[in-house]
């Protein structure tokens, strides 16, 4: 199984850029897609982005409109997503997350993904 870590979260003004990280240990990280995925206090886990396992192929979720972009380098073990034109409501919580279920296919679900990292803290202000 692999674990996963994420950084890079922080405190920037509207209109700003943060790059999050996530480090992977253990199992082989490049045979996973990778997910990142957002949570507010009193929200579902609303999903982010998600790239393939070799980074040809990237998916958004549609309020990320041209915003961010996921990348990951497999021989650092690295997943990223680079957020740029940060909004108030784009403050929250960021998970990285592995697919391990319906891996036929592409999923935008939770309940596919696995290896959740603690979460690193973005707040967007004004």
């Known amino acids: 199984q692999v674990q996963l870590v994420e950084s890079g979260g922080g405190l920037v003004q509207a209109g700003g850029s943060l790059r999050l990280s996530c480090a992977a240990s253990?199992?082989?990280?490049?045979?996973?897609?990778v997910g990142w995925f957002r949570q507010t206090p009193g929200k579902e886990r609303e999903f982010v982005a998600l790239?393939?396992?070799?980074?040809?192929?990237?998916y958004y979720g549609d309020f990320v409109k041209g915003r961010f972009t996921i990348s990951r380098d497999n021989a650092k073990n690295t997943g990223y997503l680079q957020m740029t034109n940060l909004k108030p409501e784009d403050t929250s919580v960021y998970y990285c997350?592995?697919?391990?279920?319906?891996?036929?296919?592409?999923?935008?679900?939770?309940?596919?993904?696995?290896?959740w990292g603690q979460g690193t803290q973005v707040a967007v202000f004004s």
């Open positions: 253990g199992r082989t990280f490049s045979v996973y897609r």
């Open positions: 790239i393939s396992r070799n980074g040809c192929a990237t």
């Open positions: 997350a592995v697919q391990t279920g319906n891996t036929y296919a592409i999923s935008r679900r939770t309940v596919d993904f696995g290896s």
